[in-house]
């Protein structure tokens, strides 16, 4: 059964989504869209469509690598072409899998035929099936970050290369690059997001009509997708036309002296880093002008291009959202505009342009509200499984509910054990904002890992340094070629080799082992009970917590969350790759109540425990926060040393976050860091500069003490 696409005008809403993806059909060199958005919102969907509605192309013949017959790419691997023949067919949508290698991306060559027959076997990757086409990337942020990379620079040069052991092959590689996301799984860092041309924000729709509508085509399509498609061929045809007449009048579009400052001064007031933002807005602005019918950039156009180009480019703190400040981006239109011109409403959340196209709100069913469009899987088999999007909803993740049953000592004094018959009712202190981030100290899991690339502790990665070589268990990818020649040298003489050439075996070839950095899951264990209540430390405790949420944040690693106060122990925020929500978290952090110490390490070792089963390659780093104290029990002290030690046997690497304070302390957090095989760290020896700080203070010392040895 041939497999019929969602039309591309059956989207309900995302008017920003379809205009981004439509502005880059336009004019490619706007340099892709980033969508973020939450689950089922259609992005799949609508990405999938857009490829239907894009031009037919002309290729070579045979070519595998989609060359122009108008203009040829005079370093294609499949050789000149002097008269070929020509070919039409559909642009091409290439879906990137999350897990694929860079030799998949890039194309591979064949080594052993290289080394052993002298010839060059080059195999193209995706990127040369999706030249002049489509480039989708599903869950972008999930990528290894040097994958993103590499297909970052193919999109920006438009080429690819291959260089491998002294064979280098390279060919045109320009496409539409669509990437998807959903921010709660992780972020993408900064430099990769400026490489990004636009990003648009969505979420499902809150009003009942358009989710109904939504729900409507949805199950129209699934119940015949031939019959749905014809019902939207009119449509989908004017639109298809629509783009092919903005990308023929694209190079008339004139980017006036105003427009060009407008754009330059936005860019400075929202103190973008560099100057891809300025060149973007300009490429989006023309575009936005050639797709509303116009042969010159308006004020207007230049307003749109700010509100897709700018929100991801911005200044922010790793865990601030996207977005713009539309008041200052008006006031900087207004002032940079021409001395005779007035700002005009020009209705800035519509596309631009006379007419109605079909990147504009259209009437319901009812004839009064919006219409749009499908989803991406609004039904419980759609690609997304959720219904269309429509407006972000401002509202922040869910704080978690806390439960108040136990009354919290007086700060910084030891808590009375409290019979557990007899509960007392809890004071809960209101939360308090965490302190300054700060630089941290770096936290290593010890051993070599297998786990996801990152840049926290040691591992074999496909990426780094060789640090060895071995037989391949499967394809050759990575040759090792010193280790090849010494496997095989030995046995020439045996082989009858004659001339120069090598005899080689399929028992010789060796690949290289590199050793890089992987992401770990830090899971935090934090007391909030009212012995960490004093307002002063609570807010430098999550400042420290926050400090290592963004080491943790830049190392790419999962996080999680394990609370306890009062009755018991808490996962507030399971492992995720999205550490901004453990930001959440920990901002709306109550406190108050006993000191559940035993359960909070309790549930951590059954947090860790799943997590193994769902991801084994991932080696955890539990960080511990508290001031060591327990109370809630006969042996309150006692229980929480006995779960610190079966922490202990796992060989879990361990982190005690010593948060005592006050004139008479305790030492029970060492203690406990004593228990489970950790290292204690202080409020202030968690800072990078204090212990870069102690190191200076030791030095001269040291050579004092070194050079009275050599005098003596």
């Known amino acids: 059964m041939t497999d019929v696409r969602y039309p591309f005008t059956a ?27 939450e689950k089922g919102t259609a992005k799949s969907t609508m990405v999938r469509a857009l490829a239907g509605l894009l031009p037919s192309i002309s290729t070579v013949e045979g070519c595998r690598f989609a060359c122009d017959p108008a203009a040829p790419d005079p370093q294609c691997p499949d050789g000149a072409h002097e008269g070929p023949a020509v070919t039409d067919r559909a642009a091409q949508l290439v879906e990137l899998p999350v897990g694929v290698t860079e030799d998949r991306i890039v194309g591979s060559l064949d080594l052993e035929r290289a080394l052993s027959e002298g010839v060059k076997a080059y195999e193209p990757g995706l990127l040369a099936k999706a030249h002049r086409g489509v480039l989708y990337i599903d869950e972008v942020n999930l990528l290894q970050d040097h994958v993103v990379d590499l297909l970052l620079d193919a999109a920006a040069m438009g080429r690819s290369y291959v260089e491998r052991e002294g064979v280098s092959v390279r060919h045109a590689a320009r496409f539409l690059l669509v990437g998807t996301m959903n921010p709660e799984e992780g972020e993408l860092r900064p430099q990769l997001l400026d490489r990004f041309g636009l990003t648009v924000e969505i979420a499902a729709t809150r009003e009942p009509r358009e989710r109904a509508e939504v729900v409507r085509r949805r199950l ?23 783009i092919t007449a903005a990308r023929e009048l694209l190079p008339t579009v004139e980017l006036t002296d105003t427009a060009l ?55 922010r703190n790793p865990f601030d959202a996207p977005g ?21 409403e020009t209705g800035s959340e519509e596309t631009p342009g006379e007419g109605r196209g079909p990147d504009e709100e259209q009437p319901g069913p009812d004839g009064d509200g919006p219409d749009d469009d499908g989803p991406d899987g609004g039904g419980p088999d759609g690609p997304d499984g959720g219904p ?64 996801a690339q990152g840049r926290r ?44 050439a090598l005899e080689l075996r399929r028992d010789d070839f060796r690949e290289q082992v590199r050793q890089g950095r992987e992401s770990n899951l830090v899971l935090f264990v934090v007391d909030a009970s009212g012995s960490m209540a004093a307002r002063q ?5 999550k400042g420290a917590v926050l400090s290592l949420l963004m080491d943790a944040y830049q190392r790419r690693d999962k996080v999680g969350l394990v609370t306890f106060r009062g009755a018991g122990a808490e996962l507030a925020l399971p492992p995720t790759s999205s550490v901004e929500v453990g930001a959440a978290r920990l901002e709306t952090l109550p406190t108050g109540g006993r000191t559940p110490l035993a359960a909070g390490l309790l549930r951590a070792h059954e947090t860790l425990r799943v997590e ?48 005592e304070s006050g004139p008479v302390r305790l030492g029970l957090a060492r203690r406990l860091a004593g228990q489970l095989g950790a290292s204690a760290v202080t409020l202030d020896e968690l800072r990078a500069e204090g212990v870069t700080a102690l190191v200076h203070a030791h030095r001269p010392a040291t050579s004092t003490t070194t050079a009275n040895r050599k005098a003596a």
């Open 612 to 659: 193994r089963m769902r991801d084994p390659h991932r080696r955890p780093l539990l960080v511990v926060v508290t001031d060591g104290r327990a109370t809630g029990g006969r042996d309150a002290l006692g229980d929480a040393g006995r779960a610190a030690g079966l922490l202990a046997a796992r060989g879990l690497a361990s982190v005690v976050l010593d948060c």
């Open 457 to 500: 502790s040691p591992a074999e990665t496909d990426g780094g340094h060789t640090i060895r070589a071995r037989r391949p268990a499967g394809q050759l990818t990575r040759l090792h070629l010193a280790a090849t020649l010494q496997a095989a040298a030995p046995h020439q003489h045996v082989r009858g080799r004659a001339g120069r």
């Open 324 to 344: 713009l400040d539309e008041e200052k981006l008006d006031r900087t239109l207004e002032e940079h505009a021409e001395p005779d011109e007035r700002p005009e």
């Open 388 to 451: 269309g999007g429509g407006t972000p909803d401002p509202a922040g993740p869910a704080a978690p509910e806390f439960a108040a049953t136990d009354a919290a000592p007086a700060p910084d004094a030891p808590e009375a054990d409290v019979p557990a018959q007899h509960p007392r009712p809890a004071r809960e202190n209101a939360p308090v904002a965490a302190g300054d981030p700060y630089r941290t100290k770096l936290f290593k899991v010890p051993g070599t890992g297998k786990g």
């Open 11 to 37: 989207i309900v809403g995302m008017a920003d989504l379809r205009l981004g993806l439509l502005l880059n059909a336009v004019s490619p060199a706007v340099g892709g869209v980033l969508v973020r958005g």
């Open 261 to 315: 400052r407008q754009i330059t001064a936005v860019c400075a007031a929202f103190e973008v880093d560099g100057l891809r933002a300025d060149i973007v807005m300009a490429r989006t602005a023309v575009a936005l002008a050639a797709w509303s019918g116009r042969t010159e950039v308006l004020e207007e156009d230049v307003r749109k291009a700010a509100q897709l180009a700018l929100p991801h480019r911005r200044r």
């Open 220 to 242: 129209a399509h699934d119940a015949d997708p031939a019959a749905f498609a014809a019902r939207f061929a009119d449509e989908e045809r004017a639109l298809a036309e629509r």
């Open 537 to 541: 430390r609570m807010t430098a405790v």
